[in-house]
């Protein structure tokens, strides 16, 4: 049996076991071996699937710095659950070993009797306690403490010589940010210039003065978006005064994006998004992040049949009206579910904002004629097969036309009024959107029918 994981990297469950079965057996130097043969994201994905006492009995014998690359990986809500029940003096010597975001991020989530104890313990407080002052969905709360800011009139070799003495991190040190004797930012620089660039020139002579920043309060989702335009390795946070107060990576920026699509789809489904993994929320959370828009949807669904109810007449007097409601509902909200999840995606990268809805609305209306008119020839044919009434299926053709002009329309404008008056736009645009588009698509079609068949 093998003492490391090395030939387990790629079959995860294989190496879960085994790690279990050193415990089991009291074997914690096997289980620590076992553990640091993996990176990172598997060692935090592997210690996740074991039981909380297998966690506490296997951090005790971690090493301070292998405790602490595990925690950067665990979700939030993971870490603070598995750090619950450990001893300050264990806890404050796996904090030291964390980046500060990290570590802001952590006690940040704690009691604050508690982070204030541990911050005092820490071998640098000072490069935490500022962290902990922002909002976790902010610049200020995704930025780190920990970067090299170079001066103006320092030579590139003084530079070169302040990041061997610095030793950063790999994601940290592509680019260096250059401030006044204020701390003001001033200009950016990378590696690459400082390394071709003469010894003895000046960094104000070498940097670029145009640098893209932010304060301390933007959101989470702006900043991603800024990194993501501008193809940013790193961004300088700073304050009212332009004084730099942080850098934000590109290892930052991923976990913002995999956090933001989470939410977006979660809501998207009409559902508040989970603070925990799937598995480790309870059915009772679940429930309720769910049952409020499902309350609200149920009751908007009873529009339908209202609807039904004021068109009885007529239903009664061409049974056949109603071989076509799936077809009709079903096409307009899939007409209007491509266009929501379109505008929701251009809103998110920025390409769309909801002063653009006029454009927006009339862009897709060209797309919904196209559309309508190319689903009215097939819809006529398939009509006539069912029902031998030529009447009936040019209003079926007409109907369809006009629903998903409706449909797209409406799967356009909802999102953009969603975003303009402050609401999370994919919230309320899929499941509300559907259930608007077969409430009024059922008025447009029986109306239709009224006045095409004379009913």
């Not at 920990?146 to 680019?175: D, H, K, S």
Request: proline share 5%; hydrophobic share 45%; net charge negative.
């Amino acid at each position: 049996m093998p003492s490391t994981a090395a030939e387990y990297t790629f079959d995860l469950d294989q190496v879960l076991e085994h790690v279990r079965r050193a415990l089991e057996q009291e074997d914690f130097r096997r289980a620590v071996a076992i553990l640091e043969g993996l990176r990172p994201a598997d060692q935090a994905e592997i210690f996740a699937d074991l039981s909380d006492e297998e966690q506490r009995s296997l951090l005790t014998h971690l090493p301070p710095e292998e405790s602490a690359d595990i925690l950067e990986e665990l979700d939030d809500e993971q870490a603070l659950e598995v750090v619950r029940e450990l001893p300050d003096e264990e806890l404050v010597s796996i904090v030291d070993e964390m980046e500060p975001d990290e570590a802001a991020d952590l006690l940040g989530d704690m009691r604050p009797e508690r982070a204030k104890r541990l911050l005092e313990e820490l071998e640098d407080p000072e490069e935490v306690r500022p962290l902990l002052l922002h909002p976790d969905e902010t610049a200020g709360g995704l930025m780190t403490s920990e970067f090299l800011a170079l001066r103006r009139r320092m030579t590139a070799a003084e530079a070169i010589e302040a990041i061997r003495q610095w030793q950063p991190e790999a994601e940290t040190i592509y680019y260096l940010f250059v401030v006044d004797r204020y701390g003001r930012l001033v200009g950016v620089v990378n590696l690459r210039q400082l390394i071709v660039a003469d010894p003895s020139a000046r960094i104000q002579d070498i940097m670029d003065e145009d640098v893209i920043y932010v304060t301390a309060d933007t959101d989470q989702e702006e900043v991603a978006r800024l990194m993501v335009r501008y193809d940013l390795i790193a961004l300088p946070v700073v304050d009212e005064n332009k004084i730099l107060l942080g850098v934000i990576t590109f290892d930052d920026l991923v976990d913002v994006l995999e956090e933001e699509a989470t939410e977006d789809l979660q809501r998207y489904g009409g559902a508040e998004p989970l603070e925990r993994p799937y598995l480790d929320t309870s059915p009772l959370v679940i429930t309720k992040k769910r049952i409020g828009w499902l309350l609200i949807l149920f009751l908007t669904a009873t529009l339908t049949g209202s609807v039904m109810k004021l068109f009885e007449d007529e239903i009664q007097t061409m049974v056949a009206l109603t071989l076509f409601v799936p077809l009709l509902i079903g096409t307009g909200g899939n007409a209007g579910s491509q266009t929501t999840a379109t505008i929701i995606r251009e809103l998110a990268t920025g390409n769309v904002e909801p002063r653009d809805a006029f454009r927006v609305w009339w862009h897709e209306a060209r797309v919904a004629m196209l559309l309508g008119l190319g689903m009215a020839i097939p819809a006529f044919i398939r009509a006539v097969t069912w029902v031998d009434n030529p009447m009936l299926a040019l209003t079926v053709s007409v109907a369809i036309v006009v629903l998903v002009l409706w449909a797209t329309g409406v799967g356009s404008l909802l999102p953009l009024v969603a975003a303009k008056i402050g609401i999370d736009p994919a919230l309320v645009s899929g499941p509300l959107m559907s259930t608007m588009v077969d409430a009024t698509g059922l008025l447009i079609y029986f109306s239709i029918a009224k006045a095409l068949l004379g009913l």
